[in-house]
């Protein structure tokens, strides 16, 4: 199994470049409502947005757990488990979309509940949950289908993908919210009609692959034999619980934001937004490392782990510095080019230093994510992950009780990033005790 710089990049570059498309639909809504006459719009988004991170976020093990079985077995060339390890999460998803949707007002009311949001926000936020919620079930198809793309190292067939979904939904919200005047409906259906879009590309892909296939006998019972569903089902709950921590972390800073004030909230979420940006772009060598980590397992080869690791890490690392650079350099015309409100503007400028330096800091928690989830080690990323978000929890509480300000609660979420990538570090050691007799 060869592993180089250029074999890395191969696999990374369309994946960024797909990746890139992600946080632009994020960015493209912020544009819109930071343009709007008033904050209410934005704090509305960033609620709202919240509560489909907790989703799609919480329920990521989909995608995680595919690319990591199915890496495996490519690396065992066990051709039966890699069509079968699609099949099973793809139902999964299908039952949990539906039964999500037909609870959209439950999760309304526990939305508000939990974060309180000012009265003038409500009918705001109720408006994007229920139509952004109507492609939730297909939405989570596409997650999985995106999960096994990555663990076949189809890195062109994720880029196309990703392009689909993500171009499709910044030019559906610009011609409904925009053109047709449909407000944060029209944001919210571009959101729903991309989905779909990326579904077909999806199916046509997999049909594709199917074409060299077409001899082989499948006995689709298999997708439902007790043993493999519970091996997914127990790397799924590990990474259900991981990810919960992980989208809590992030909604309990908008909730913290959001009791300082609606500007507050607003600014935080222009900076999430540009936090996407670099991190969906160092994302690209963690599912790079996820699908060689899994294949090197698969094939039981101990150096190949070793190099895929080292050599990921380290071209994502100079990745990192790239991105820190460009923010240093480009602050007025990245913050102006999002929203045109002085106050914001203004509440940004103060937290600058520290988004500069997240993707530094945050590149090797992604980087480490990519490894024990090709090593299918969900159990450490769970443990980690509540542990960071505990110590999180109780900085801000209790550290910062008295003097809690948006430049305290965003330093304590670069601790969090910090921790989360040091847990892991410590259990790394597991990743190489996977196999026996390993080759050298």
């Not at 190292?153 to 005047?181: C, D, G, R």
């Not at 820190?324 to 929203?339: K, P, Q």
Request: hydrophobic share 55%.
């Amino acid at each position: 199994m060869k592993i180089n710089r250029k074999q890395i990049w191969s696999l990374t570059w369309p994946v960024i470049l797909a990746n890139l498309t992600i946080p632009l639909v994020g960015l493209t809504d912020t544009i819109i409502m930071g343009h709007m006459p008033d904050s209410k719009f934005l704090a509305g988004i960033a609620i709202g947005s919240i509560v489909f991170n907790f989703v799609y976020g919480g329920l990521n093990f989909l995608r995680m757990g595919t690319t990591g079985i199915v890496a495996q077995e490519l690396g065992k060339k066990n051709n039966y488990e890699i069509l079968y390890g699609l099949f099973r999460p793809l139902i999964c998803s299908l039952l949990i979309g539906l039964i999500l949707y037909s609870q959209k007002s439950l999760i309304l009311d526990i939305t508000v509940f939990s974060i309180k949001p000012e009265e003038q926000i409500i009918p705001i936020l109720k408006v994007y949950l229920f139509t952004r919620i109507l492609g939730l079930p297909i939405g989570l198809m596409n997650m999985v289908f995106l999960g096994w793309f990555f663990g076949m190292q189809k890195a062109k067939s994720v880029m196309l993908q990703l392009i689909v979904i993500n171009l499709i939904n910044i030019f559906s919200s610009i011609l409904f919210a925009q053109f047709l005047n449909l407000g944060i409906f029209g944001v919210a259906l571009g959101s729903v009609v991309a989905q779909f879009f990326g579904f077909i590309t999806s199916i046509l892909i997999f049909i594709n692959y199917l074409k060299n296939e077409t001899k082989k006998q499948y006995d689709f019972k298999q997708i439902f034999l007790i043993k493999r569903l519970q091996r997914l089902f127990n790397i799924s709950f590990d990474l259900f619980l991981r990810t919960i921590f992980l989208i809590s972390a992030q909604a309990y800073m908008i909730y913290k934001a959001g009791l300082l004030g609606i500007d507050q909230l607003a600014a935080l979420e222009i900076i999430i937004i540009i936090f996407g940006i670099s991190s969906y772009s160092l994302d690209g060598f963690a599912h790079t490392a996820e699908t060689m980590v899994g294949k090197a397992i698969g094939s039981k080869n101990n150096s190949a782990i070793k190099k895929a690791i080292f050599l990921s890490t380290q071209m994502a690392f100079i990745m990192s510095l790239i991105i820190s650079f460009i923010l240093f350099c480009f602050e007025y015309w990245i913050t102006f080019l999002i929203t045109d409100i002085i106050v914001l503007r203004e509440i940004i400028d103060l937290l600058w230093i520290f988004v500069v330096f997240t993707p530094v800091i945050a590149v090797f928690a992604f980087q480490l994510d990519g490894i024990f989830v090709g090593a299918t080690l969900s159990r450490q990323m769970r443990n980690s992950m509540i542990i960071a978000f505990l110590i999180f929890y109780i900085v801000v509480e209790y550290i910062f009780q008295n003097k809690l300000n948006l430049q305290n609660l965003y330093i304590s979420f670069l601790l969090f990033l910090f921790l989360r990538a040091l847990l892991l570090i410590l259990s790394i050691k597991k990743v190489f005790l996977l196999n026996d007799g390993i080759k050298k």
